[in-house]
C-alpha cells in the first residue's frame, strides 16, 4: 500500500513544480485547399488556398521555413507576437513570413479573405506549428 501512495504524492508534487504548457490557440473560420505539392531534395513546396471568414483568425502558430504568400480577396491583419502589427494587407498585395516568427492572421473585415500562400519548408515538416497565445487581448 505505501508504494502507490509515494507515487501518487511524486506525481501530485511535479505537476505542482513543475511550469504547465501553455495551451495552443486553435484557430477560427480558416479553411484551407492544397492546390499542388513538390519536394525538391530537402524541400517541401505547397502551395495552398486558405480562406478566413469575416471574424475568423488563424491562432497563434509558426512555420519552420518561408511562407510567400498573396491576398487574393479581402484584407489580413497581421500581428506578431509582441502584439504589434506587422501588416494590413488588402487585395494585390504579397508578403513573406519568416521561420520560426510566431504570429497571428485576422480577417477584422466583413468579406471572406483568399490568400494564395507558397509554403517553402524542410521536407516533411508541417505546415504550421500552434504557439502559445502571448496575451494580446484579441
Known amino acids: 500500500m505505501r508504494k502507490p501512495i509515494t507515487v501518487v ?3 501530485l508534487a511535479a505537476a505542482l513544480v513543475l511550469p504547465s504548457t501553455a495551451s495552443a ?3 477560427s473560420g480558416v479553411t484551407g485547399t492544397i492546390l499542388a ?3 525538391v531534395g530537402h524541400t517541401d513546396y505547397t502551395l495552398r488556398e486558405v480562406t478566413i471568414q ?3 483568425y488563424t491562432g497563434w502558430h509558426f512555420h519552420d521555413g518561408t511562407l510567400y504568400a498573396y491576398v487574393k480577396s479581402g484584407t489580413l491583419t497581421h500581428n506578431l507576437a509582441d502584439c504589434s502589427v506587422d501588416g494590413v494587407f488588402g487585395t494585390g498585395r504579397a508578403f513573406t513570413e519568416k521561420p520560426d516568427q510566431v504570429h497571428i492572421g485576422r480577417n477584422l473585415g ?3 479573405l483568399v490568400l494564395e500562400v507558397l509554403y517553402v519548408l524542410p521536407a516533411g515538416s508541417p505546415l504550421s506549428e500552434d504557439a502559445p497565445d502571448p496575451g494580446c487581448g484579441f
Do not use: F, I, R
Open 9 to 11: 504524492l511524486a506525481a
Open 25 to 27: 490557440t486553435p484557430g
Open 37 to 39: 505539392q513538390k519536394t
Open 54 to 56: 469575416p471574424g475568423g
Open 110 to 112: 466583413s468579406a471572406p
